[in-house]
Structures are given as structure tokens and as C-alpha cells.
């Protein structure tokens, strides 16, 4: 983007400049926070890649931001798309939940349209799978493994590699990070496969999992 905020602009005003941009591609707004009440005395000028200018704007919110299904939601820590959403083979739970290292909690499930990114899902917590310790820790560690539990989410630190663990919520309530969906014309498999995290976790995550939506 290259355009001019002038003197008395609030960060809802840069909000929705920036917003033109991803209009004219289509896209509409979504949920957005309470905006700070700031008046900047001084004029502005935007230039540069428009998401790198609206990361600027969700910081000033304490928030994050992306699209979902064509819309731009902003959401503050502590909000989510949607209360908890109970998963379980009678609701359209496939197999069990796959607690990873470094990539959330994946799990499959029945195609449900309620279940949005950022949005919470609740699982019987002892339904999920938990992944196996990868054998170089195993073997260097001595059985010297760290199970923590913090803020009511648990998971193994490796001494070794220093991975962690995706968290396993005590209280079952995940936030969904990412969803990819699977569909046959031909057949019956419409599934959608999430990638989740506890709430309230602050996990160790690998940069694929970054880039597909954990923090």
C-alpha cells in the first residue's frame, strides 16, 4: 500500500485504509476489536506490504488477525470465533486426536460448518493419542523428562532436543489453529482435519506449524 493518514488519525482510522486494499480483492470485514482511543497528532504515511502494515494495527489491539473464508477477523487475546464445540465419535470424531511434537494437536473429524479457525473445540481428554518420545531423547536423556502441567494444560519437555510437547488440555477446550478439508465427489470421505492447541498454551512450535496458524 502507499497512502497518507493525516494528523488526528486513531489506529481505527489506519484500520480502515488498510482495509481498502483487501476489499478491492474481494475480501469484507470480519469481528474486530475495541480499537485504542489514541489520537496521533502527527500525520502518517503507509507504505509497504498491507499485511506487514495490519500486524502493526492488531499489536496496538493486543490482538491477531486473518482471513476465514474471505473475511478479516481481529481478535484480542482471550476471544475466540466461537464457545466450545464438543467433539466425540457421536459428533463426528474420526479415530482419536494426535497429540504431536512442535505441531499441535491434529485432529479429523466429520465436516462441521460451526467449527471455525479460532474457534474452540472440547475433547475428551482421554481420548487423545500421545505421541511417542523420539528415541535419541529417549536414550540420551536417562528417563530425565520434565511433565509439567501450566495453567491447566500438561506436556513433556525434552531435555535434549529441547522440543516440547504439544500441551494436553486438562479441561479438554482447544483452540483451532488451522483447518484443512478433505472431499471426494465420487465418494463419502469429507472429512476436515484441524490443527489445534490448549488454550491458553504457550508451546514450543516448528516453523511449518507456524506458518499454517499455531503462534
Known amino acids: 500500500t502507499n497512502q497518507t493518514l493525516a494528523a488526528g488519525y486513531t489506529t481505527e482510522d489506519m484500520f480502515r485504509l488498510l482495509m481498502k486494499d483487501f476489499e478491492a480483492k474481494g475480501a469484507t470485514v470480519g469481528r474486530t476489536p475495541v480499537f485504542p482511543p489514541t489520537v496521533f497528532p ?5 507504505f509497504g506490504m498491507t499485511r506487514h502494515l495490519m500486524d502493526n494495527v492488531a499489536a496496538q489491539c493486543g490482538a491477531t488477525w486473518q482471513f476465514v473464508d ?5 481478535l ?3 476471544e475466540y470465533m ?3 464445540i464438543v467433539l466425540n465419535s457421536a459428533t463426528g470424531l474420526i479415530g482419536m486426536p494426535q497429540q504431536t511434537i512442535g505441531n499441535g494437536v491434529n ?3 466429520l465436516i462441521n460448518p460451526n467449527i471455525r479457525v479460532n474457534g474452540l473445540i472440547q475433547l475428551d481428554q482421554a481420548s487423545i493419542y500421545k505421541t511417542a518420545l523420539p528415541n535419541d531423547d529417549i536414550a540420551k536423556a536417562a528417563g530425565r523428562y520434565f511433565d509439567e502441567t ?3 494444560n500438561s506436556n513433556v519437555t525434552l531435555p535434549v532436543s529441547k522440543q516440547m510437547t504439544a500441551s494436553i488440555a486438562t479441561d479438554g477446550v482447544y483452540v483451532v489453529k488451522g483447518i484443512m478439508y478433505t472431499g471426494d465427489t465420487r465418494g463419502q470421505a469429507w472429512y476436515m482435519d484441524m490443527m489445534c ?3 491458553g498454551a504457550a508451546d514450543l512450535v516448528s516453523s511449518s506449524a507456524r506458518e499454517r496458524g499455531l503462534q
Not at 502527527?42 to 503507509?46: D, E, I, S, W
Not at 474471505?70 to 481481529?74: D, I, K, R, T
Request: charged share 25%.
Open 107 to 109: 485432529v479429523r473429524a
Open 150 to 152: 501450566i495453567g491447566g
Open 197 to 199: 492447541e490448549a488454550r
Open 42 to 46: 502527527r500525520g502518517r504515511v503507509l
Open 76 to 78: 484480542p487475546g482471550g
Open 82 to 84: 466461537h464457545d466450545a
Open 70 to 74: 474471505g473475511q478479516l477477523n481481529m
